[in-house]
């Protein structure tokens, strides 16, 4: 592929101007009455035009509160750090609130980590070229070098770095190197490294995993081997944050396809790439918006 | 079925003690800045906790905005008269609202119309029986009289109206006569009679048709047979709020099964009826539940 | 529901001229050259008109084939005793076949057993009543006597069975008796009671089980509530045949529907109850149409 | 991407030793008892093991009946011209067959043309590049020149032909001298000018078109659009044989995706590509597995 070509797909990223001016809050507090006044109060009074608003209460006596609001303001810096501190004096602190506000035109530096098997790769790299994946891929990383020649297609830096069975501490050292102090998403995209907790605890909720199964319903390895000796009608794919615990983090999406006995292990396998590249895709997208929140080792989506 | 029996299914439908507390506010007006304020404010001042808010624009520049607002109260009495009153004055004036109050606990007297094909009645009635649709089924009509026997099990009234081909007009008469003044829902459940637009006109967005055919592919008579002839893979079935424009209303649900040549016209109508039965189900609950609003000839479906 | 009504109904089930000419042959046997070819020319050399010939080898080289055949003769007498003499001569011993004939015209003798739950039920004989199930249904058994109204609106004798926990016995003892020794086929349509391995035995790939979950995600007790726990973004459910390892019996069929984090265990509860009614019944009808095989641990479904 | 890479891909295909002894026969005739007997008699005369069969009637008595039969041989000389003159002599003449003999390891000439949504071009090369398609792609066609780069990188002749609107002949002469006598299949992969009558005539059931659209439900420009103003609850797309009446050709395969009143035209055009990718890639894999039979304007699709 030649620089050009490269060059026309970042262009065909036309940014909505009006990405500048759009701001999201994300909160979560125990529930109780006058917190969705409070939020449309506060953006109202500062001139703020609420576009999209989700909540979410665990239970309205007691529980606890999550929301998403999605609005605009009329020049990007009434979003500016003077935002953040007018929420938590006026707001935030009175109500106890995990919040953040995201703003809408920063695109997540992400970092796609793979094994062998490349098509959950090649999908999010699609998709980012094609201005669906609203972040910025700064790096693939792989305990192997197949798939340096796909980063170089999208200009993307590639960095092989091997793992030793015996020890994977100095991999997971220079991943978490690579990684910097700024990446903000990692997606194992068929990463078939388990990482440690003490990794994943510098990433707590920006680890997304595709797990090639129907979680939980076939934990482990080999899901499609398991399917077929179970003789299931039905196949899927699940995608979900890491925590320590393996194959047991905050489930984001999930997706299934219809099989029968017709279908070889091998054919599940094929089968089962649509779905995890379909089902990856959308659980990144979800982050990248901040559709997902995380409670309690579930997921609240708001999508 | 005796009637001990019919006692017995009538009190598993238990009510939450809390549905008497509850409130759904229901609003349309011209999107501009400070709605969600004012609203959840308003509600925040009285005293009320809101349970699930929902909101959607059509342009937030200029567009129109809808609002889904379901909360509760501290006692059934501060959601009498007065509360609308209030709310007319404080709020829904100042934003040129639409806009209406429902009671949660209120069950919508609704009436239930059928033809020969009894499998959408007999959902319904199922449901009902099981405590999942929250109406009052007041009556059954219909041109033949093949619906009476499940009607009495049920003990829903039941009413023979047939219609003349030549003047279809007396036996709209008898069935507006029969409906009175109070009913708040109409569902054809496979009725086969063209309604008039004069009768129409009686109940906008009241009544809810189960068209058998995935909207607009085969609109019409005979859609399985159409399907059958073109040789499609997918047949469905389609929820939507009649209009004098026949097939043409909103559509408020739509779900679809796959076929293949194999199946005889015969057996894409058994299908059908599964979908058809589940799709006006789904579409009955959320009318009832105060999740459908019209605009510009679509639902905005708060589901 | 008066008896009329009743008639009427088994009325509607008229039956195709043709099903009486109408014969199945469902076959397995090791896997090698000329099996459809023998059992083809067998057919042809008797007059009969294969319509439908589906099959399936787990390995062309050293496996295991199955086939199943429908055809038409051309007088119902043509399926009698002698058909299978002739076919087990001249084809069944030289490629060591285990097979059967079934005749289309027959109805399956079927007892439902059930629980508190009538929704699994229910679908049944409604779709039973509507002609769409070809079985003929001849007890309703249960562990409590909720189920009785239904059974009788249908016109299905109804016996009550309770269970003693300490001592269950002479529970399927008497179950056993009810059943005789004709009934075909034993559906357990939220049966909640676990059958002994010494029941089960009695009737190998013939109790047919609705598990309220998607196997193997959710195996034992409260699989809603699991699903609710863990997160899921799908709940789904399984008919299974039953065998003496409790929820490990080979699947016939499975499903999904699309949840939440908004629904409760409650509402899973309800969702589950479309896709268990929906699964449970699509089971019955092809078990009863002959189109389950069962091998090593899975079906082999000719859908 | 370097030479080195794309050769790495090309060996991932690794054949099956088996795929050169394996032949397809596909059949359609006037419906008749003994057909099926007399097809696997004849292979099994020639020591062929049949390994699948498909087949179908659209009525036993009068009807036409189609059949697909997989089988394989101890060499592959025996799939030689002289096998299909031996089936013409014994089998074929007897039943007035339509009739072709398809070798499994060839791999089918196939020709991509595309307009300026690549989305549907690259899932054919990523899918061929994995060893999912077994076809030779031997050029992309366009009338603009934005694909050329992906053509590139998957190794890939492209062609640059342009469409004069007021002219189409040259086009279509151009394009016809690149297809040559030897291609097997020409998929539009979103290609937006239409073809004429004369053209399609060259490839009758060998274009395959993606409608971007659940067919006949929105035919014609801007189905997305169409299905916004009219609100439908789901969108889809259909893989269609291209016949001189457009968008009216067999259809092949259609699915569909679930969508909401917050979906503007531009979402729903991005939701649709993953289904018109996926839908276009069932459809190309069958017809490259010779799977589909086309008959009275629709598909008998042996899937």
């Known amino acids: 592929m030649t620089g050009d070509a ?34 449309t109060g506060f953006l109202y009074h500062r001139g703020a035009n609420v576009t999209t608003l989700q909540e979410y ?29 007018a929420f938590e004096a006026t707001v935030a602190g009175r109500y106890e609130m995990a919040w953040r506000l ?36 700064t790096a693939v990383i792989s ?24 020890d994977k501490g100095p991999a997971e050292a220079r991943i978490l190197e690579l990684l910097g102090d700024d990446t903000e998403l990692v997606v194992l995209a068929r990463y078939m490294q388990i990482l440690s907790a003490d990794f994943v605890r510098h990433f707590p909720s920006r680890i997304i995993n595709i797990h090639h199964s129907f979680l939980p319903a ?30 047991q983090g905050p489930i984001i999406e999930q997706d299934v396809t219809r099989v029968s006995h017709r279908h070889s ?22 982050h990248l918006e901040d559709r997902v929140l995380v409670h309690d080792g579930k997921t609240v989506a708001f999508t």
């Open 143 to 166: 305990n192997h070098e197949d798939a340096a020649a796909h980063a170089a297609e999208f200009g993307v830096p590639f960095h092989h770095v091997p793992v030793d069975k015996g």
């Open 265 to 286: 292990p091998e054919e599940l396998v094929r089968l089962g790439r649509s779905i995890e590249r379909e089902v990856l895709a959308r659980a990144v997208q979800w």
């Open 6 to 39: 490269r060059i026309r797909r970042g262009r065909t990223r036309v940014e909505s101007p009006s990405l500048a001016r759009t701001g999201r809050l994300l909160v979560a507090c125990p529930d109780k009455p006058g917190i969705v006044a409070a939020v």
């Open 57 to 85: 209460s665990t239970d309205p006596e007691g529980g606890r509160f999550f929301m998403r609001v999605e609005f605009t303001v009329s020049t990007p810096t009434e979003l500016d750090a003077g935002f953040e501190a």
């Open 218 to 247: 076939f934990v482990g390895a080999n899901p499609y081997h398991q399917a077929h000796v179970r003789g299931v009608k039905l196949i899927g794919a699940t995608a979900h944050y890491v925590t320590a615990d393996l194959d």
């Open 102 to 137: 995201s703003r809408a035109a920063h695109r997540k530096r992400t970092v796609v980590l793979v094994s062998k098997h490349d098509h959950a790769l090649l999908e999010l790299l699609w998709r980012h070229a094609r201005g669906e994946l609203h972040a910025d891929i």
